[in-house]
């Protein structure tokens, strides 16, 4: 069973920072299959990148996906008051715990 | 666009079997475009994917839920189901309807979802 593990736990940083998210699996995974979500408190999910790199409906170029093998990267490169929420990575059935971006 | 919408009971006691509905509006479940997918998140806690149905019934479950999870389609109605027996105060979260999709070249993911509803299980 694939384990995912996300990184830092919670990154503290002030809006129009860049915010670099990781995700790395505990072997290496196919890339087509990792997905981000962002969730905002009190709402669901919302998908931002499939396959890694492919960037879902709506979401805006601020928002990146990287990475191959086991590990993964989430980039916000200016953030804006709304990107302060919880992102997961997913593959196949598991979720990773997920990384808090919270104001500075 | 595709709206979600969950509806079931808000609680359920210990050893009862939980029903929760997820209606679909904007799509037709018939059209073969998705999976229809439930996910949980117990409170403050991460996410939990539970499983997922095809238009045309075929069903992928959880592992650990195997033996008390059944997902249901009734495309006559545009709405599929979840049911999950011997509820135990373990499985009090926030259930999720979501939708599956298939991006091409081994790419999937979650692209429309429900507002989730808390189910609480307690006596």
């Known amino acids: 069973e694939i384990v995912l593990t996300q990184s830092p736990g919670t990154l503290s940083l002030s809006p129009g920072e860049r915010a670099t998210l990781s995700c790395s699996a505990s072997?290496?995974?196919?890339?087509?299959?990792l997905a981000w979500y962002q969730q905002r408190p009190g709402q669901a999910p919302r998908l931002l990148f499939y396959?890694?790199?492919g960037r879902a409906s709506g979401i805006p170029d601020r928002f990146r996906g990287s990475g191959s093998g086991a590990d993964y990267t989430l980039t916000i490169t200016s953030l804006e008051p709304d990107d302060f929420a919880v992102y997961y990575c997913q593959y196949g059935w598991s979720f990773g715990p997920g990384t808090r971006v919270d104001v500075k | 666009q595709v709206h979600l919408q969950e509806s079931g009971p808000g609680l359920v006691k210990p050893s009862q079997t939980l029903s929760l509905t997820c209606s679909v509006s904007g799509d037709s479940i018939s059209s073969g475009d998705h999976y229809y997918t439930w996910v949980r998140q117990h409170p403050g806690k991460g996410l939990e994917w539970l499983g997922y149905?095809?238009?045309?019934?075929?069903?992928f479950y959880n592992p650990s839920l195997k033996s008390r999870i059944t997902i249901s389609v009734d495309t006559s109605k545009n709405q599929f189901s979840l049911r999950l027996t011997s509820m135990t105060a373990a499985d009090t979260a926030v259930y999720f309807c979501?939708?599956?999709?298939?991006?091409?070249?081994?790419?999937?993911?979650?692209?429309?979802w429900g507002q989730g509803t808390l189910v609480i299980v307690s006596s």
């Open positions: 072997q290496r995974i196919t890339s087509s299959s």
């Open positions: 149905i095809s238009h045309s019934g075929t069903t």
């Open positions: 979501t939708t599956r999709k298939y991006y091409g070249s081994g790419s999937y993911g979650l692209d429309y």
């Open positions: 396959g890694a790199s």
